[in-house]
């Protein structure tokens, strides 16, 4: 994580009593963020919440005959159906609706600015039968990682008191839909969560960052894709009509995420609201993609048995191993990948760089041979922009209290004086009128 000054601390979330529940298949289970502290003992420091880590521990059981192996990737949509992030003050920023496990590894990686809070098993298990333990760690976010973002979109974690992370277990049948046979040995998977706090001396109301996901009727022979409600339709409450593009893709139909095309098979693409002319240089579009990724991406070039590993792993699928010198085949650069990805961050990214959405808008895909039936899946990161109201709201929330408030604690004798005002980027010498609509909110 973009963690920076003090660093940061852990705080163990529990289902009741319980903080190391068991799983039932088909059922949720609930990690409860009510004793969740606001503010730092060692003072005056006020604790912010950018998201919570949730690990998974079992054992999955092989068949001896007709196993697949199983890449992490793959995984997570047999452990969880979605999440909800219920009850939070400012509504959902985490909604079933929208945040599937079969979608969680460009999710989680856009998320993170494309860094994984552990490093990556890959295979959970191979094609051979037996027995084979697991721990998978995943960080369920509250804000977003891109580049400069991280601390200018995580909230305090007083929004979060009387709030739930609810686990909506997939059934079994999803983990035979991996591998035939496949199944959780008795007692199952068990879950453990812990809140990730930050201690910080200010007080901070960034923009609310939100996941959406739309479905859109596909039409066979139909290259344009029209996304209604784009940046209106939201579950949180209090924010101004449209949102802030962070990350927008359309799911391919890999790792069962219900996409309608094959990635290789694209041929060409524009997005006039993007100012994307046609092109049918596929390959640029894709290599702009890994561009625009950390510098820290590992690039190692192949491995001994001879495939290239720059194609394993985000934005590709684990299981891709394409050979070097065009060994793939024709359309080798796309293939396997998770999406079609029209807009991403990159470690540079600041609030004031980001588009905003707010009316349907139209992008052009043609894919040899169609599309496959069903509904295209666009998947998008916005962040939302407050209303007067809530900006108001917050500072009664943090304010409440008196002498033992928030805002006492951590501003102190000049809490008398403070009034809201707008963060500025540090990078910059002129912000212009329309580049402010998502910077942060400062009590000072």
């Not at 039932?24 to 919570?52: E, H, M, Q």
């Not at 959902?92 to 079969?102: C, D």
């Not at 022979?221 to 949180?236: E, L, P, Y």
């Amino acid at each position: 994580m973009n963690l920076t000054g003090t660093g940061f601390q852990v705080w163990p979330l529990t289902t009741g009593n319980n903080d190391d529940p068991s799983l039932s298949p088909g059922k949720p289970t609930s990690f409860n963020c009510n004793t969740v502290p606001d503010r730092c003992p060692t003072g005056p420091l006020a604790y912010y919440l950018p998201g919570i880590e949730v690990t998974f521990s079992g054992t999955v059981t092989q068949p001896a005959e007709g196993a697949l192996p199983i890449f992490q990737d793959q995984f997570y949509g047999a452990l969880f159906d979605s999440l909800d992030w219920i009850q939070c003050w400012h509504g959902s920023q985490i909604s079933s609706s929208y945040v599937k496990g079969v979608n969680w590894m460009p999710i989680e990686y856009n998320a993170m600015g494309f860094r994984h809070p552990l490093r990556l098993s890959t295979l959970i298990a191979p094609a051979t039968a037996g027995d084979y333990p697991f721990e998978v760690t995943i960080f369920v976010p509250a804000c977003s990682m891109f580049g400069k973002m991280s601390l200018e979109t995580m909230q305090l974690a007083l929004l979060f008191r009387n709030s739930q992370l609810k686990v909506n277990v997939a059934s079994s049948a999803a983990l035979d839909a991996i591998s035939t046979g496949a199944v959780f040995k008795a007692p199952g998977v068990t879950a453990r969560a812990s809140a990730i706090l930050v201690p910080r001396q200010e007080l901070v109301l960034g923009p609310a960052i939100e996941w959406v996901l739309t479905q859109i009727v596909a039409g066979n022979n139909s290259s344009q894709v029209q996304i209604q409600n784009f940046g209106t339709d939201s579950q949180m409450q209090g924010v101004e009509p449209g949102g802030g593009v962070i990350t927008l893709m359309e799911l391919a139909n890999v790792l069962n995420q219900e996409g309608v095309f094959v990635a290789e098979n694209v041929t060409q693409f524009n997005f006039p609201w993007r100012g994307q002319q046609v092109t049918q240089h596929v390959q640029a579009l894709i290599s702009q993609i890994i561009t625009g990724m950390p510098n820290d991406r590992p690039h190692t070039m192949v491995f001994a048995s001879g495939e290239n590993n720059d194609f394993n792993g985000y934005p590709y699928t684990m299981a891709n191993a394409p050979l070097p010198g065009g060994g793939g085949g024709s359309g080798v650069d796309a293939t396997n990948l998770l999406g079609w990805i029209m807009a991403q961050g990159a470690d540079d990214l600041d609030l004031t760089a980001l588009q905003t959405a707010d009316t349907p808008q139209s992008y052009f895909l043609t894919v040899d041979g169609g599309f496959n039936g069903g509904s295209h899946q666009v998947l998008q990161q916005f962040a939302r922009s407050w209303q007067p109201a809530m900006v108001q709201n917050w500072i009664d929330q943090i304010t409440a209290g008196g002498p033992g408030s928030l805002a006492r604690y951590v501003l102190q004798g000049g809490l008398s004086k403070a009034q809201p005002r707008r963060r500025a980027p540090k990078t910059k010498h002129i912000v212009t009128t329309d580049q402010t609509r998502y910077l942060a909110w400062q009590l000072v």
